[in-house]
């Protein structure tokens, strides 16, 4: 029934463009694995069900190297010594998790290697091979060598014990405590094999707003058996580790980062883990930060916990992600500010095993922020970027919005931290300052959804979001092209217009919700539609008004100079960029600056009637996304075809509510008429 949602990207459905399906099988004629672990045997069998499923016949699987171009999968410790020879120097161009794809001449016939250090990285090399089939690639006279550029490309799951998913939009949690140790559901290894495709090597099992029950001998058995599964495709399990569990699991009466029984607990809780998992990952910690415990309860700060947590797991080889996601109601003039300032002194105070996991914008995962001044600016720390791929507050499972986008945009932003082209993906992974640690997070838009992601276009995200983790210098629209082929359909009259479309979307998502560096600005609690009006919460800085700061006057959050200064904790080159209004990028005008509502906009408009039609740009952009879908029909099967056109009409309606709420609501400041072009609300 549900099939082909389920699927996924890959899909595998056969080519049907026949200059290369002839191509194909010309060029493949067997296959021969040398591996016999239990990956290798998984790396054979999808190489099996691609090539078969793709090539539309059944491709030999051979024990020796008989005849022509074979594909030959095996490790490098697989290898014998004459093949090893044909290939040896293009090792030195890969690391361990990276891959080589090459044909060679052996005895004077042609081959095919796919290989690695490892057997995980020939996993790798599977992937990508099948993936140059699904996107119709050329394979002729292949020579690839390939590897990720980051250490630790993880899921973070904010799934609850009760597998409820805080931010989750596509059904409950995968993980089925209940059942588990003992049934290993088949969706257990689906996710698995799913993610070892986009090469994600780790997965954080547990929301940040952690419960401690996870660290007990009842759970711990559960996330054994997962962590099983899962290591087979390369994946480590990893954990959140609530920081008041010694007193609420461990019966202590402190859980002080300094005080001895406390910091054994936590040494003797590491040893459990790694003696039932031997590769655990380690732990993911929100501290101190929305009401979470932490080291501050004790009088102490976040190097203290970060670093006692580092102790426990480093006998064992493991990572503490500490989280600078922190924010205080007690320093409400500027909530932008306050993790930088937080942790910038803490630069080089770290143990070698933490590594600072910062999200992409200093406020909270908007639709547009400027890149979080933390990147860079810890030049002796490593810091792992956090993006979320599931849609808090871009209209969750409902709204097409495709992400890449909006992470290349941050990658690419150029802190000046080490001068010109220290962009944030240099910081990311770790080249900037050579950090040996280096990750990307994303907070997964997963769940047991029967498409996994609730719109099918949401399934992107995922991809996108495991292809930039890999390598984050990667285009959105080369992804794009990949993730539409794989998933739909290489036909170009399908492509070119679903690309462009994909590639619209985020700016379409910014324009009807919040243009010009608006943010925040979501009704509140559950961030979904508009809520600029809302005034009345118990902390100050997560009422939309404390964001938008409309008045008579104008509209905007004043973080230049004469405001806040958030901008001065930027490099002086980027300083001086945002915190004139003539400077800064429009996109981030009212993120840095209150302008009045008659402030000129570079096109000649006034602001409110320039806001005023972007409000209406993105509104039609949505309806042109609906007549590009409607006219990809023929490409598209029925089921997948009708679940993105009614969400495109929900999308449509919803961002005329966008418009609609918050013009309706801004004039009462402004009091001025719409412009001409803008369609008066109904
Ligand atoms: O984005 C906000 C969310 C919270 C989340 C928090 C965080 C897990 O609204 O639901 O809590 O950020 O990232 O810690």
Redesign the pocket.
């Known amino acids: 029934f549900a099939q082909k949602d389920y699927k996924l990207w890959l899909q595998y459905d056969q080519i049907s463009n026949s200059q290369m399906a002839q191509e194909y099988n010309a060029e493949i004629k067997g296959i021969v694995s040398l591996g016999s672990s239990e990956t290798s045997k998984i790396a054979l069998k999808e190489l099996e069900l691609g090539l078969n499923n793709m090539l539309g016949n059944k491709i030999a699987v051979k024990s020796k190297f008989e005849g022509s171009n074979n594909v030959i999968v095996g490790a490098k410790s697989n290898l014998n010594s004459e093949l090893l020879k044909t290939i040896q120097d293009d090792f030195n161009a890969i690391n361990e998790e990276g891959f080589i794809i090459k044909f060679i001449s052996l005895k004077n016939k042609k081959q095919i290697v796919i290989t690695g250090k490892n057997d995980i990285a020939v996993l790798y090399g599977v992937y990508h091979f099948l993936r140059l089939l699904q996107t119709n690639k050329s394979i002729k006279n292949l020579s690839i060598a390939d590897s990720p550029k980051t250490n630790i490309r993880i899921l973070n799951h904010?799934d609850n014990l009760d597998r409820t998913v805080?931010?989750g939009y596509a059904g409950f949690s995968l993980w089925n405590w209940q059942k588990l140790p003992d049934f290993i559901d088949q969706r257990y290894i689906d996710y698995a094999r799913v993610n070892a495709s986009i090469g994600i090597n780790g997965t954080v099992l547990t929301?940040?707003?952690a419960n401690a029950l996870i660290l007990t001998p009842q759970y711990l058995e559960k996330v054994e058996a997962l962590a099983n599964v899962f290591r087979l495709y390369g994946i480590k399990v990893y954990l959140t580790a609530r920081f008041s569990a010694p007193i609420e699991i461990g019966g202590l009466k402190t859980a002080d980062p300094k005080d001895i029984a406390v910091a054994n607990w936590w040494k003797d809780k590491a040893k459990e883990i790694y003696k039932r998992i031997p590769d655990f990952g380690g732990f993911l910690v929100?501290a101190n930060?929305?009401g979470q415990p932490g080291p501050q309860n004790y009088g102490r700060d976040h190097v203290d916990g970060a670093n006692m947590l580092a102790d426990a797991v480093a006998p064992f080889g493991g990572v503490i992600m500490w989280r600078a996601?922190v924010y205080s109601e007690h320093d409400a003039n500027d909530r932008a500010k306050q993790a930088y300032a937080e942790f910038q002194p803490y630069d080089g105070k770290f143990k070698d095993n933490v590594i600072v996991q910062v999200k992409n914008g200093a406020i909270?995962?908007q639709p547009r922020e400027p890149f979080h001044p933390l990147f860079g600016a810890m030049k002796k720390t490593p810091i792992m970027m956090e993006f979320q791929i599931t849609q808090?507050y871009l209209g969750f499972s409902t709204h097409l919005v495709y992400l890449p986008k909006l992470f290349q945009e941050v990658l690419e932003a150029d802190t000046y931290q080490a001068g010109k082209g220290s962009t944030v993906a240099k910081v990311v992974d770790g080249s900037l300052y050579k950090n040996k640690l280096s990750g990307i997070a994303g907070v997964a838009n997963i769940g047991n959804d029967l498409n996994w992601t609730g719109h099918p276009f949401a399934q992107a995200n995922w991809y996108g979001f495991g292809r930039l983790a890999w390598d984050p210098y990667l285009d959105a629209g080369v992804i794009a092209d990949e993730w539409l082929r794989s998933t739909f359909s290489n036909n170009e009259n399908f492509i070119k217009p679903v690309k462009k479309m994909m590639l619209q979307s985020r700016e379409t998502v910014v324009d009807y919700m919040t243009p010009l560096g608006l943010h925040h600005i979501m009704d509140t609690g559950h961030h979904y539609g508009p809520g600029p009006w809302v005034s009345n919460l118990s902390r100050p800085e997560w009422n939309p008004t404390y964001y938008h700061k409309a008045d008579k006057n104008g509209i905007g959050f004043d973080r230049s100079k004469t405001g806040t200064n958030a901008t001065a904790q930027y490099a002086s080159q980027v300083e001086k960029i945002f915190d004139n209004s003539e400077t800064c990028p429009e996109q981030d005008l009212l993120w840095f600056h209150h302008v009045s509502w008659d402030y000129k906009l570079k096109n000649g408009q006034t602001l409110w009637n320039g806001m005023a039609l972007k409000y209406q740009e993105g509104v039609n952009e949505v309806h042109e996304m609906q007549n590009t879908w409607n006219n990809a029909e023929k490409y598209v099967d029925e089921e997948r075809f009708k679940e993105v056109q009614m969400l495109l009409g929900i999308q449509y309606k919803e961002a005329k509510w966008w418009r609609d709420a918050c013009l309706l609501y801004f004039q009462q400041y402004s009091g001025k008429e719409l412009p001409a072009g803008v369609e008066k609300p109904t």
């Open positions: 904010w805080e931010r929301n940040v707003n929100k930060s929305e996601f909270d995962f808090e």
